[in-house]
């Protein structure tokens, strides 16, 4: 069975840095695409980044672009998004998803974890 | 970016009812397009990719159609489990994106 576990969240100011990680288990991690995909409270969805199997291949929004890393390491089937310079917008649950059938850039996401809050606050 | 636009935002129906949700997208993205159904303050939960194909263990009462821009989600014979939020997606290219989602409420 498929299963993906984020942790990290919490409370942080305006300015902090944040690192999420995301626990995968019950497939062969390397060989898929991995994303981050964000809701801020009582809005929809918003993909965040991108990370190739071989993290040869990495793309983030707009948004997010300069502020926040993604990494992965395969060895240990973990995924991170390290999020620095945290702005009041950035306040959301924050999902990785695995991709499935990438194109250019994009990903159908296929499997979810639970997802992590970030709050950013002072 | 290809910008998703749902509609309606919200729609109203009945236990047993088929409704249709669509899709547009505002250049043309082949089928690379999925559905999602998020419940209340849980993940989102794939239902469909490429357009039509039905994700693993989703019930066949939810089918997609189209091509290029326009897209359709439908639900056949709705349950009160049925009645939450649905958003499409594009992965044709770099951002994706999402529709701005469609709320089924029960009538």
């Known amino acids: 069975e498929v299963q993906l576990v984020e942790s990290g969240g919490g409370l942080v100011q305006p300015g902090g840095s944040l690192r999420l990680s995301c626990a995968a288990s019950g497939f062969t991690f390397s060989s898929y695409t991995m994303n981050w995909v964000r809701q801020a409270p009582g809005k929809g969805l918003e993909w965040v980044s991108y990370i190739s199997s071989s993290s040869s291949t990495i793309y983030y929004a707009d948004s997010v672009k300069g502020r926040f890393t993604i990494s992965r390491d395969n060895a240990k089937n973990s995924l991170y998004l390290q999020m620095n310079s945290l702005r009041d917008e950035d306040t959301a649950v924050y999902y990785c998803?695995?991709?499935?059938?990438?194109?250019?850039?994009?990903?159908?996401?296929?499997?979810w974890g639970q997802g992590t809050l970030v709050t950013v606050s002072s | 970016d290809i910008q998703m636009t749902q509609s309606p935002s919200s729609l109203s129906a009945s236990v047993g009812d088929r409704v249709t949700i669509t899709c547009r997208a505002s250049?043309?993205?082949?089928?690379?397009l999925a559905w999602f159904q998020q419940k209340p303050g849980k993940a989102p939960k794939s239902l469909i990719y490429?357009?039509?194909s039905l994700q693993s263990g989703v019930p066949s009462k939810f089918s997609g159609s189209g091509s290029g821009t326009d897209f359709t989600l439908t639900i056949s014979s709705l349950q009160p489990e049925d009645f939450v939020t649905y958003y499409c997606q594009q992965y044709k290219s770099y951002p994706s994106t999402f529709g701005q989602g469609t709320r089924l409420e029960i009538k």
């Open positions: 250049q043309g993205i082949s089928n690379y």
């Open positions: 998803a695995r991709g499935f059938s990438c194109s250019g850039g994009g990903c159908y996401h296929d499997y």
């Open positions: 490429a357009a039509s």
